[in-house]
Nanobody, 114 residues
Framework: QVQLVESGGGLVEAGGSLTLSCAAF????????MGWYRQAPGKQRELVAI???????NYASPVKGRFTISRNYPENTQTLQMTGLKPEDTAVYYC????????WGQGTQVTVSS
């Protein structure tokens, strides 16, 4: 059974930085795409950033220029460096991977205080 495990969430003041990490366990394949989604209270889950197996990246508009996604391919590990954090970045952040099917982590809480 494939498991994605996130780490690195926490509480930070506005303007601060955090780095999220994600590692996969139990798989025998390399994800085609990996990425991060987030879900704030009362809102739908939304894309934050995605990175392909070739290293191509795509960011949601609200985080462009502040967040950086990276991965170790073919190992299924990735990080999300978050800088210039804002209170509106507060959410549960989910690690995501695609290989035929979608795989999701359990989520890690990021809270940005004003």
């Amino acid at each position: 059974q494939v498991q994605l495990v996130e780490s690195g969430g926490g509480l930070v003041e506005a303007g601060g930085s955090l780095t999220l990490s994600c590692a996969a366990f139990g798989e025998v394949f390399s994800f085609e795409d990996m990425g991060w989604y987030r879900q704030a209270p009362g809102k739908q889950r939304e894309l934050v950033a995605i990175i392909t197996s070739s290293g191509r990246t795509n960011y949601a508009s609200p985080v462009k220029g502040r967040f950086t996604i990276s991965r170790n391919y073919p190992e299924n590990t990735q990080t999300l460096q978050m800088t210039g954090l804002k209170p509106e970045d507060t959410a549960v952040y989910y690690c995501y991977g695609v290989y035929v099917d979608e795989y999701w982590g359990q989520g890690t809480q990021v809270t940005v205080s004003s």
